[in-house]
């Protein structure tokens, strides 16, 4: 009873063996023959690779066309320079990238990613129960990031376009000792006005003024009769949905707009330097050109893609994905189709910034995603064809190992 169990065991026992015998003699350790990766040495050839940086993206085949709006067609035309976004970021050398983070966009959401989602040689230095972070380059004490979580708020709360070309140098030279010349990647987030501006009246709700903001241009800020308050008192705490709209100097209306154009190209705050119409034709352009020149903006409603893009301009990797929050304060906030009118005639031009925002978008995500598909395939191709030349070397090699086999054994022969 005893040798037959143990010949029964004994059959599975040589048959693993032998398998793995075979296996170690058709794939032997160290060798190529089976698979490839980008980037692996062939017999001391390395395989071309695309130019495109290797982020290794576990979320962005399926995850990354959910977000996709159905059947997206463009209805801007852009240049292949406007959809081409690459910084060629260098965090050792002298680029800064700088964050301006208009209100209720998710700019918080994001800031936060900058400081302690990013994968980096020396990462950010982060201590409990402090809002800002340390975040040097590599063996320099020299910041390559300004924002609210690393340098603060150096230019004051919630800087506007204008207020940071023109203060973000002048601070970045008091900072450091040395004053090289440096390359600033301005990035920004935007989000669909209409759930901006509840998100604004909701904070608003609750206490939030930003009075504090100092809506510096050409050298000043405004005065009491430029910029007006809404509200007697420290702040605005239990505004209605109905007050917020009615007041006509409320910062929320546009403001994505106006923190993004160049406000000295209209005076400022100054109302009276020219006409309203000329004024909003300005300050649309204006931003529309801003947005489009920066590094990188990201939208709030398309997260993954966000991520995807800002990693592939600054060749940096998140450690972890960006969530879709869809619940939020302004998607809880039920409002009937004449207010929700009323708003979008009152962020009328920030309308239409995200509308031209979100197709460039758009465009440069599907132009990207194209890109690398193509150097995929290329790269693929030139692996094969290596791949097959390599294979035909060693038949050839084969081939003359055995003519010279067949003289060797003919002279022996003969002698």
């Known amino acids: 009873m005893d040798d037959k ?36 040495k062939v017999r001391g050839v390395t ?4 130019q495109t940086p290797a982020i290794f993206d576990f979320y962005i085949d399926q995850e ?11 209805t801007f035309n852009f240049s292949e320079t406007d959809l081409t976004r690459y910084a060629n970021f260098n965090i050792k050398g002298d680029d800064v990238i700088v964050f301006l983070h208009i209100q209720k966009t998710g700019g918080t959401t994001f800031g936060r990613h900058l400081v302690r989602n990013i994968r980096l040689e020396q990462p950010c230095d982060c201590k409990l129960g402090q809002k800002k972070c340390t975040c040097h380059r590599p063996g320099k004490k020299e910041s390559w990031l300004f924002s609210r979580f690393s340098t603060g708020w150096s230019c004051g709360l919630h800087a506007d376009w204008t207020e940071l070309t023109n203060c973000v140098p002048v601070i970045m030279d008091k900072k450091e000792t040395e004053k090289p010349r440096r390359n600033f990647y301005y990035i920004t987030m935007l989000r669909d006005p209409v759930s901006r501006f509840l998100s604004e009246w909701k904070h608003v709700q609750r206490g ?10 050409d050298g000043r800020s405004p005065t009491q009769d430029e910029l007006p308050t809404c509200y007697l008192g420290d702040d605005w705490s239990g505004v209605t949905l109905q007050e917020f709209m009615d007041c006509i100097y409320n910062l929320a209306n546009n403001r994505q707009v106006r923190m993004l154009a160049d406000l000295s190209l209209v005076g400022c705050y100054n109302l009276s330097s020219m006409n309203e119409s000329e004024r909003n034709e300005i300050l649309l352009r204006s931003a529309k050109d801003n947005l489009k020149n920066m590094a990188f903006f990201g939208l709030t ?8 893009l800002f990693e592939r301009t600054f060749n940096l990797k998140f450690i972890s994905p960006f969530t879709q929050l869809n619940s939020t304060r302004a998607a809880n906030v039920d409002i009937e189709w004449p207010t929700r009118r009323r708003i979008e005639e009152l962020n009328f031009l920030d309308m239409q910034l995200y509308e031209y925002a979100k197709d460039l978008f758009l465009q440069r995500f599907q132009f990207t995603r194209q890109r690398e598909r193509q150097l995929e395939r290329q790269r693929r191709r030139e692996e094969r064809q290596l791949l097959r030349a390599q294979k035909a070397q060693r038949y050839r090699q084969q081939a003359d190992d055995s003519v010279t086999t067949e003289d060797y054994t003919g002279q022996v022969v003969r002698w």
């Not at 170690?24 to 980037?39: L, V």
């Not at 990354?64 to 463009?74: A, I, Q, T, Y």
């Not at 939030?208 to 241009?217: P, Y």
Request: with cysteine.
């Open 47 to 50: 395989l071309p690779s695309s």
């Open 5 to 40: 169990s143990n010949k029964l065991i004994l059959v599975p026992v040589v048959f693993v063996l032998f398998v793995m015998i075979g296996y170690q003699y058709i794939c032997p350790a160290g060798s190529n023959s089976c698979h490839f990766r980008t980037g692996e």
């Open 64 to 74: 990354l066309e959910d977000e996709s709006p159905p059947k997206f067609l463009p």
């Open 208 to 217: 939030a003024t930003w009075k504090t903001s100092l809506h510096m241009c």
């Open 301 to 308: 409603e398309y997260q993954r893609k966000t991520q995807y």
